[in-house]
């Protein structure tokens, strides 16, 4: 599959100057099942993202609240600035890396395998007019597990947290929509080349017919894969901080 390249004068995700960048590689620690996608994913294509808003009063409310981002490798360079001057790279292994105060990422060994947890501490969930802190939480974050004992039971060896694995699906349907549009721009210079040839250009109909119905599809599943990305971070509180929602 060719991805689209990323942009890197947007990247981190955040452009506030308060903002601390944690870049984690876990390839490392995934166990290599050749009949999971995952571990391919992050040695290859994936990195968490975790911003923390650190540089700014302490009495602020804001101060210490955690965002958790999945982002592809060509989407980061070190030579972004924000990165550069604000950003650290890690590599999880075996034992817990505290990346600051209010994060750490834990990798549980239990009966099922492997867990790996972001545990987000002292998190201020505000009111509905976000002026006012309601509580402060603390929350464990599963960023990724292991089924060794549920293989047979239509689990999958390894998955996602749940909103990490929406938003994987919404950039693979995205991915799709890019890929099939491409086809489109192939298709239509075959028949700028073949003018000429009515046999091409009927055969180019007929594909270019199929094509915008795969098109369709992939809009389809796209905007419902971004629908369910949108309900996580709709309903998780420690995404949102709120009690207003």
């Not at 947290?161 to 890929?179: K, M, S, V």
Request: net charge negative.
């Amino acid at each position: 599959m060719n991805y689209e390249r990323g942009k890197m004068s947007i990247f981190p995700l955040a452009m506030n100057t308060a903002d601390k960048y944690d870049v984690v590689f876990i390839g490392d620690v995934v166990p290599n099942y050749r009949n999971s996608h995952l571990p391919n994913l992050f040695n290859n294509d994936y990195v968490f993202l975790f911003t923390t808003m650190l540089n700014q009063d302490k009495d602020s409310y804001w101060y210490g609240h955690v965002n958790i981002d999945l982002v592809r490798h060509d989407q980061l360079s070190y030579f972004n600035h924000h990165l550069r001057e604000r950003g650290d790279f890690h590599v999880l292994g075996d034992e817990s890396l505290i990346l600051n105060d209010f994060l750490e990422l834990v990798p549980e060994k239990t009966e099922k395998g492997i867990q790996i947890i972001a545990h987000l501490k002292k998190q201020n969930i505000l009111g509905k007019d976000y002026r006012t802190v309601k509580m402060v939480k603390n929350f464990q974050v599963l960023l990724l597990s292991e089924n060794k004992g549920k293989r047979y039971d239509n689990y999958p060896i390894l998955e996602l947290g749940p909103e990490f694995q929406a938003e994987i699906e919404f950039a693979e349907a995205t991915q799709r929509c890019y890929d099939l549009n491409d086809s489109t721009l192939i298709l239509k210079g075959v028949a700028d080349r073949n003018k000429r040839n009515p046999e091409v250009i009927n055969a180019v109909e007929v594909v270019q017919e199929a094509l915008n119905k795969d098109i369709n599809d992939a809009e389809v599943k796209k905007d419902q894969a971004f629908e369910r990305y949108l309900e996580y971070k709709r309903r998780l509180s420690y995404i949102h901080k709120s009690t207003g929602f």
